[in-house]
């Protein structure tokens, strides 16, 4: 980002998650003290959407400051099966899974970004912090021994956490090259005891100027470590550790000078989980925005 100019992209992004897993008494709550209740199976789909106001301003040269704001929605939908896979109803409240949708602002980053050019290559490295805007629910599996309807999704992470980014490009004529690589590291627990786990990501990237159009190809790897609650990882539900692959296309359409919209789609390829997780197969996103002209004397 060159100084005097600000950037402002606002993107969304959604996708579909699925998450089937067994249980049993008494993880079935207090319906387990009035009668046998025989073990089932849920399924629960979940839509997972964000919407992000990001900004970048360049202070001087090779030198500008970023901003995300985040707000998230979930919204859930369970059906339950006995074993075999045939429909139940339930005519009790199901103290972990049920219809609901969640809402809020996430947690904002803060970025010092610096930008260079070494040996044919374009640089750049980000340092920041994550706030600890976004709501965080008491801890599950607490309120899931007393029998109490719970929350496993947290908005946030509930600490103030360090935030670290590579990128390296390098243009081959037609085709130009991109690595990336970025960390968010919780260093000890927020609220209620929960201390989110470590996320790593990293990718490749090719991309093409195809007529006014910029294309791409890219792949992204993300591993995220275990969650916590008082020092504990969770051993039924919750985040117990994941890891993903994902291979996807995009696109970049310049409108009208000095806005852009972009479009990805990714779909995961690969994947290993520890437990009753999400099945997270495509993440598609939107995003529009506009490069803003601050130098002195232009409009």
């Given at each position: 980002?060159?100084?005097?100019?600000?950037?402002?992209?606002?993107?969304?992004d959604g996708?579909?998650a699925?998450?089937?897993?067994?249980?049993?008494?008494?993880?079935?709550?207090?319906?387990?003290?009035?009668?046998?209740?025989?073990?089932?199976?849920h399924?629960?789909v979940l839509?997972?959407?964000e919407?992000?106001?990001?900004a970048?301003?360049?202070?001087?040269?090779?030198?500008?400051v970023?901003?995300?704001v985040?707000?998230?929605?979930?919204?859930t939908?369970?059906s339950?099966?006995d074993l075999?896979?045939?429909?139940?109803?339930?005519d009790?409240e199901n103290?972990?899974?049920?219809?609901?949708t969640l809402?809020?602002l996430?947690?904002?980053?803060?970025?010092i970004?610096?930008?260079?050019?070494?040996?044919g290559?374009a640089l750049?490295?980000?340092?920041g912090?994550?706030?600890?805007?976004?709501k965080?629910?008491p801890?599950?599996?607490?309120?899931?021994r007393?029998?109490?309807?719970h929350?496993?999704?947290?908005?946030?992470t509930?600490?103030?956490?360090?935030?670290?980014?590579?990128d390296?490009s390098?243009?081959?004529?037609?085709?130009?090259?991109?690595?990336?690589?970025?960390?968010?590291?919780p260093?000890?627990e927020?609220?209620y005891?929960y201390q989110?786990?470590?996320?790593?990501?990293?990718?490749?990237?090719?991309?093409?100027e195809?007529?006014?159009?910029?294309?791409?190809l890219g792949?992204?790897?993300?591993?995220?470590?275990p969650e916590?609650?008082?020092?504990?990882?969770?051993?039924?539900?919750?985040?117990?550790?994941?890891?993903d692959?994902?291979v996807?296309?995009?696109?970049?359409?310049?409108?009208?000078?000095?806005w852009?919209?972009?479009?990805?789609?990714?779909?995961?390829?690969?994947?290993?989980?520890v437990?009753?997780?999400?099945?997270?197969?495509?993440?598609?996103?939107?995003s529009v925005?506009?490069?803003?002209?601050l130098?002195?004397?232009?409009e």
């Open positions: 980002m060159e100084a005097e100019h600000l950037r402002i992209d606002v993107a969304a996708s579909r699925l998450a089937v897993h067994d249980t049993g008494c008494p993880e079935l709550g207090p319906i387990c003290a009035v009668r046998a209740e025989p073990p089932q199976q399924h629960t839509w997972l959407w919407a992000r106001i990001l970048e301003y360049g202070v001087v040269r090779e030198w500008a970023d901003a995300v985040p707000i998230r929605l979930m919204q939908r369970t339950y099966t075999a896979g045939n429909p139940i109803t339930l009790y103290i972990h899974h049920r219809n609901e809402a809020g996430g947690d904002p980053q803060l970025w970004h610096h930008g260079a050019s070494v040996s290559f750049s490295q980000r340092v912090m994550s706030l600890p805007a976004g965080i629910e801890n599950p599996d607490v309120l899931g007393q029998g109490l309807p929350e496993h999704f947290q908005l946030g509930g600490t103030v956490d360090p935030l670290v980014a590579l390296a390098k243009d081959l004529g037609p085709v130009a090259l991109a690595a990336f690589a970025q960390a968010q590291v260093f000890f927020g609220r005891g989110a786990g470590a996320r790593l990501l990293g990718g490749l990237e090719a991309q093409r195809v007529g006014p159009l910029t294309a791409r792949a992204t790897l993300s591993h995220e470590f916590r609650w008082n020092g504990a990882v969770p051993l039924e539900d919750g985040n117990q550790g994941r890891t692959l994902f996807g296309a995009g696109v970049t359409v310049p409108v009208g000078g000095d852009s919209i972009t479009v990805d789609v990714r779909a995961r390829a690969w994947g290993h989980v437990g009753a997780q999400l099945d997270l197969p495509v993440i598609a996103e939107v925005g506009r490069l803003l002209h130098e002195s004397g232009t």
